[in-house]
């Protein structure tokens, strides 16, 4: 298989945007986000093709366009320490999921 990262273009921006906002949930009753609310990074990569860089390429070609994010981590996921060198702050421990923010200043 082979693996091809390319910078984003606006047409992927505008497909992720669109699916970020579909994919947001909110309760019956509770006004919606406003555009203004910090953009949710979700990414995975192949447990086969872990540990060759993939992931950080991905996070920087990401964080270029938008550096300014949250994520959310099971806190056993090695992945916690990628996101602490790019700049994720844990921000909120629950049961096992820990929320992360990079300012992006």
Same mark, same amino acid.
């Given at each position: $298989?082979?693996?091809?990262?390319?910078? $984003?273009?606006?047409?992927?921006?505008? /497909?992720?945007?669109? $699916?970020?906002?579909? #994919?947001?949930?909110?309760?019956?009753?509770?006004? !919606?986000?406003?555009?203004?609310?910090?953009?949710?990074?979700?990414? #995975?990569?192949?447990?086969?093709?872990?540990?060759?860089?993939?992931?950080?390429?991905?996070?920087?070609?990401?964080? #270029?366009?938008?550096?300014?994010?949250?994520?959310?981590?099971?806190?056993?996921? !090695? #992945?916690?320490?990628?996101?602490?060198?790019?700049? /994720?702050?844990?921000?909120?421990?629950?049961?096992?999921?820990?929320? $992360?923010?990079?300012?992006?200043?």
């Amino acid at each position: $298989m082979t693996v091809t990262i390319r910078p $984003m273009t606006v047409d992927d921006h505008l /497909f992720l945007r669109v $699916m970020q906002h579909s #994919a947001l949930f909110v309760s019956e009753g509770q006004p !919606p986000l406003p555009e203004s609310t910090v953009d949710e990074l979700g990414i #995975a990569v192949l447990e086969e093709r872990r540990g060759r860089g993939i992931g950080t390429r991905l996070l920087d070609e990401l964080l #270029a366009i938008s550096p300014r994010v949250s994520l959310s981590v099971d806190d056993r996921n !090695p #992945a916690i320490g990628l996101y602490e060198r790019v700049g /994720f702050e844990v921000v909120r421990r629950d049961a096992h999921s820990v929320t $992360m923010l990079r300012s992006g200043d």
